[in-house]
């Protein structure tokens, strides 16, 4: 079936609908050469349709092991060329056939470069896949709806789980988490209380948790729990990744900011301050932290982007509370940013013989 992607601006890119019809979202765009299952599944796209600027998609297919989510919280899919016939030793299944499969609209064969270029020019903005006969009050009646309703509260766990370990005790905020993050922090042997993004300050530390981790997430984080965060400062650890970085920085008196067109991929330049280290890191994320709003801050900016200068990492000066914008379990390094992870194990247990008197 013939379909468009219209632009609120009424740009207007002609493609070919493989799944799905109808759909309403921010369009934003992708630069990652592989993981799109991941983009797929990552409840941070909650809300948006997203343009792969890679040409091919779909060529290695789709594997249970890559998803990221209980499902896929993104609004559309657009991409260039379809590939119908993948080829790939782990492949279950073909991206066309996932795609119809979970009812994720995809409009395909689009100039997806015209796409970005429009989006970098004019700035994110919101969008709509239709057929290509869909009636102008159709239209209409799409762009009226807002695709970031509650968008937290519609990713995040809606009941508190275990993943047990032998480490100190972590209570996660699941504001959206990938579950590649919990597998990398099993991993480094911490023991995960998994709880739901809304879940009071006094419950959280009723649980008695050695420290708190503060995860990715989708929408603006002036709509996410700033208070309960606020409430958690200064009482244990906590280490905040994405939309935890930010809300921390919210909590701390600072201020955040859209960006015009966001960033989002595998293949983002960050440069460590400390070590002047350069990472690649993988990123998800339309807001930043305004840096100027951190100068009356008990705070230290540790990362960098290399790209265009915004906060991608901070540490607070007195309190065992530190954070960064990217994913580091991401790992298109491949491993260059898991050292946070051990990091954080460190300034736990340097707070628990703390707390001991050692």
Not at 29 to 52: A, H, K, R
Request: proline share 6%.
């Amino acid at each position: 079936m013939n379909g468009k992607l219209i632009l609120e601006d009424g740009s207007v890119f002609q493609g070919m609908l493989a799944s799905g019809t109808k759909t309403v979202g921010e369009v934003v765009f992708n630069t990652g050469m592989t993981g799109y299952q991941e983009v797929l599944t990552d409840p941070s796209y909650c809300g948006q349709i997203v343009t792969m600027t890679y040409p091919l998609i779909g060529n290695y297919g789709v594997a249970d092991l890559f998803e990221q989510a209980r499902q896929s919280f993104v609004r559309g899919f657009v991409i260039s060329e379809l590939c119908g016939k993948p080829s790939s030793w782990q492949a279950e299944d073909s991206l066309v056939s996932y795609l119809k499969a979970k009812n994720i609209p995809c409009l395909h064969g689009v100039d997806t470069r015209a796409i970005t270029r429009r989006i970098r020019s004019h700035g994110t903005m919101k969008g709509v896949i239709v057929p290509a006969d869909a009636q102008a009050s159709e239209v209409a009646e799409l762009f009226a709806q807002s695709p970031f309703a509650e968008v937290v509260k519609e990713v995040t766990t809606k009941e508190i789980y275990r993943i047990p370990g032998k480490g100190p005790h972590i209570a996660v905020l699941d504001f959206g988490i990938k579950r590649n993050i919990l597998n990398s922090m099993a991993k480094a042997g911490f023991d995960l209380t998994v709880l739901p993004a809304y879940t009071p300050a006094e419950e959280i530390l009723a649980l008695s948790p050695d420290g708190i981790f503060l995860s990715n997430g989708p929408g603006d984080p002036k709509d996410a729990p700033v208070e309960t965060v606020r409430q958690l400062i200064g009482k244990k650890p906590i280490f905040g990744i994405c939309l935890g970085h930010q809300l921390l920085a919210l909590a701390l008196g600072g201020d955040t900011y859209k960006l015009k067109f966001g960033h989002r991929g595998s293949n983002h330049p960050v440069k460590d301050l400390a070590t002047d280290r350069v990472y690649i890191t993988s990123q998800n994320h339309g807001y930043a932290i305004d840096e100027t709003s951190l100068a009356t801050l008990d705070v230290t900016v540790t990362h960098r982007a290399v790209n265009d200068g915004t906060v991608e990492g901070m540490r607070h000066n007195r309190l065992p509370v530190f954070s960064v914008q990217y994913h580091p379990e991401a790992a298109p390094g491949p491993d260059d940013s898991t050292y946070l992870f051990e990091e954080f194990m460190r300034l736990l247990n340097k707070e628990m013989n703390k707390a001991r008197g050692n």
